[in-house]
């Protein structure tokens, strides 16, 4: 008795595939400062103290450039954003 064919499963293996994250939007709004600033910058966004945080963004709401939300930079120094992945 001749074995029954495999089902077709290959739609079900390219749904289940990961899905590519979603860019750092920490990273995003960082590039979009200029070069000179970009470090000091992401080192106030990933600082603990909540006031040098606030200063960071205040200064990137200055210079038209939408800071992160809150979710975001959690995210980003979790390290669990797209910036870390392995």
Do not use: Y
């Not at 939007?25 to 103290?49: F, G, M, N, Y």
């Not at 606030?54 to 669990?80: I, Q, S």
């Amino acid at each position: 008795m001749p074995k029954a064919a495999q089902p077709d499963l290959a739609e079900f293996k390219q749904l289940g595939r990961r899905q590519q994250r979603k860019p750092c939007t920490v990273a995003e709004a960082v590039a979009r400062i200029p070069s000179e600033h970009q470090a000091r910058v992401l080192a106030a966004l990933e600082h603990d103290d909540e006031d040098i945080r606030r200063g960071a963004k205040r200064w990137m709401e200055n210079r038209k450039v939408e800071p992160p939300n809150a979710t975001a930079l959690a995210h980003h120094r979790r390290k669990t954003c797209a910036c870390h992945d392995c």
